[in-house]
């Protein structure tokens, strides 16, 4: 088996059906499975799915234990060579296996890779190609300055602006709707750290990747289209606490003893305070009522 595509669902059962009708529309020479993992839905996923795909493998977990849990509970029957976590809300082109899996076998060095993703707008979802969230590479980002100078590599460090979508390197960080992982890697470090729950993870495994020796590459040469977030401005509280706690733990997981306690300071102050504006700012919004979006739901509980 060269592939495990393993796909997390929670009541985003159409959504789910489209990304694996879009994985059998697959041009490729390589074999692969498709591991569908569904959190505890309350829709009609769990009779659907199965009943449309007899031949995918479903797992349909009794609680929701979130993204990093839900996706490590199909790596350990995942028989690929290579594991690629994909959203439930993204929809694969014809050549994007083929292409992926060529690359990472022309790249032996590389323990995990990632394509280019595009927004149902045209757009680039910046996420796709990132560095790590070190402390100034944060503070720039967060208080716009990456904005203001977005050809510098010194204020883009994090989204890596001032790179071209349209070319191929490495970075530090992909993100978890689209991840391709080789299975020596996930047998080295492990999979996913599951004390994180919806964000985050996908940063965490790539910063452990690159500490065990292998280099994370991002492919230009095809892409996926996501429906992130498409139809929400507002969110739960659940998904703005989860996002800003993921912040919280991967400083103190990897940051926290390379840094001075007033660093340490600075930073847990700073997500606390984007914490409370965060919710100040949905509040607002709950003047103008938006439904949640089937991307964001997919792990929300």
Known sequence: ??????ILNYNT?????????????????????????????????????????????FIANQDNGGFAKG???GMKIARGRYTLLLNSDTIVQPDTLETMVSFMDAHPTAGASGCKIILPDGSLDKACKRGFPTPSASFYYAFGFSKLF?????????QLGYLSP????QVDSLVGA???????????????????????????????????????????DTFIVHHKGASSRRKP???????????????????????????????????CVKLVLSLLKNKLLRATPAPVSDSERRVHT
């Open 1 to 6: 088996m060269d592939v495990s595509v393993l």
């Open 13 to 57: 059962c159409q959504l789910t059906m489209d990304c694996i009708e879009s994985v059998y529309r697959s041009s490729t020479q390589y074999s692969y499975e498709i591991i569908v993992v569904d959190n505890h839905s309350s829709d009609d996923s769990t009779t659907r799915i199965p009943a449309a795909y007899p031949n995918i493998v």
């Open 71 to 73: 996706n490590n509970i």
């Open 150 to 158: 977005p050809d510098n590599p010194k204020f883009n460090g994090y």
């Open 166 to 169: 349209d070319e191929s390197y």
């Open 178 to 220: 689209f991840m391709l992982v080789r299975r020596e890697v996930i047998e080295q470090i492990g999979g996913l750290d599951e004390e994180f729950f919806m964000y985050g993870e996908d940063i965490d495994w790539c910063y452990r990747i690159k500490e065990a020796g292998w280099e994370i590459h991002y492919c230009a």
């Open 237 to 271: 509280f659940k998904i703005i606490y989860e996002f800003h706690r993921a912040m919280w733990l991967f400083h103190r997981k990897h940051y926290r003893q390379k840094y001075s306690f007033i660093t340490n300071g600075i930073v847990y102050t700073g997500i």
